[in-house]
């Protein structure tokens, strides 16, 4: 098992589509701005944004949040879990890729990953879903018990902007 994915000898394809779609992504928009979405709210401070997934002939985009954590306090520590934010055309199946897929379950594990998960069980993953328009939105939480309260996915959904200008060659930056 890849380390904290879920990932097993079967992720592999999965593995080939995720460098496809970067590969295609990069094609497209290589060092060119970006328009996606971006939380103008969050519950708690956020330390970096991140471009984590990307297909750009569907409009999947998946932005990683990262949240601002004390020296040597984990997530769970903190009650401050890690997110994804992904936006995917409505009627594909959820996006699965990475730890963000564990929000479905797990893929089949061969006996030594099974052991492996025992021994280090998994941070829980929540996934937050809606739909809008032609799009599904996911948004997924990993890392402690800290789960979001319907109050939060509301006003974060409602406080999306959808047409968010990310930097030119966006991958990351720091808020």
Do not use: C
């Amino acid at each position: 098992m890849s380390e904290n994915t879920g990932e097993s000898a079967l992720g592999e394809d999965e593995d080939a589509a995720f460098f496809d779609r970067l590969r295609r992504w990069q094609a497209r928009y290589g060092d060119g701005a970006m328009v996606g979405p971006m939380p103008r709210w969050w519950p708690w401070p956020l330390e970096e944004v991140t471009f984590d997934d990307g297909d750009p002939d569907s409009g999947l985009i998946v932005i990683g949040l990262e949240p601002v954590l004390a020296p040597r306090h984990s997530a769970a520590e903190a009650g401050r879990p890690y997110a994804k934010l992904a936006r995917q055309p409505a009627g594909e199946p959820p996006y699965r890729f990475g730890w963000a897929g564990l929000a479905w379950g797990l893929p089949p594990l061969t006996e030594e990953e099974a052991a492996e998960l025992e021994a280090e069980p998994l941070d829980p993953v929540v996934a937050y879903s809606w739909h809008e328009a032609d799009w599904q939105w996911h948004l997924f939480t990993n890392g402690g018990q800290r789960r979001l309260t319907a109050a939060e996915v509301t006003r974060i959904r409602e406080n999306l902007d959808h047409d968010h200008r990310f930097p030119p060659g966006f991958s990351s930056f720091r808020l």
